[in-house]
């Protein structure tokens, strides 16, 4: 019977997670902790409101418990890792991030094909923070890698392509960004942002009818496109103009 109430417990305390309830929810998984302290989920999720609250002490404190009860929870150690680099200890974040990392490539060869594919959408938000982090600081060689590493974790986001595209053009390698978003256009045709971008560049790159072309494809796709309606006229005031 207490297994039962338990589970129950668990599920109600989810639900008031899931709908923002956070107080409630905390209660209810301290609740649980008491009966079993080693009830890992209730632990992740009071480590998450812990987070959410902005008590990293006690979240750091509580990702770690549920790491110590179970190593191959991975989304407790990516949290936690995201959670040093907030703070500054580097090292710690690199040192928990490599050990996921490892159980994810050891567990790869399993058959937990649709967890794997969850797992690595989680490292690629990893990833791109720390890309966005090093295009703050105009590292673009490391922005790139971690980008690079984004596309090939996430093959789903498209904008991490534009991305690519914009870090090779900040390198002055326009050629090779244009190359990129065309591969990108080729592969995903009713992409907007891409054909959006595209077109910037070549317009930067004085290919004016290719870029306003891209933009006129834009609006035959989307015509209510406010961004590609507003380059399209400034390319055409500016042709004009210089007429």
Known sequence: METFNANELLEKGKACYNGGEYKKAAAIFNELIEI?????????????????????????????????????????AISLSVLYNDIGHYE??????????????????????????????????KHLEL???????????????????????NPEDLEVRIKVAKVYAKKGFISKAIDELK?????????INGRIALGVLQYGNGSILEAQAEWEKVLSLEPHNSEAAMYLNLSQTATETSL
């Not at 922005?143 to 596309?151: G, H, M, P, T």
């Open 131 to 153: 890309a966005d982090l090093y295009m703050t600081y105009n590292r673009y060689d490391e922005a790139l890698f971690e980008y690079n590493k984004v596309a090939s974790l």
């Open 92 to 125: 710690d974040a690199k040192k928990v991030f490599n050990q996921a990392n490892e159980r994810v490539k050891s567990r790869a060869h399993g058959s937990e094909g649709i967890d794997d594919q969850h797992v690595n959408k989680k490292f690629a938000i």
């Open 36 to 76: 079993d302290p080693k009830a890992i989920e209730a632990l992740f999720y009071l480590a998450n409101i812990f987070h959410i609250n902005g008590e990293i002490g006690k979240a750091i404190k509580a990702f770690n418990k549920v790491i110590s009860l179970d190593p191959t929870h991975t989304d407790a």
């Open 183 to 191: 591969t990108l256009k080729n592969e995903s045709p009713n992409y």
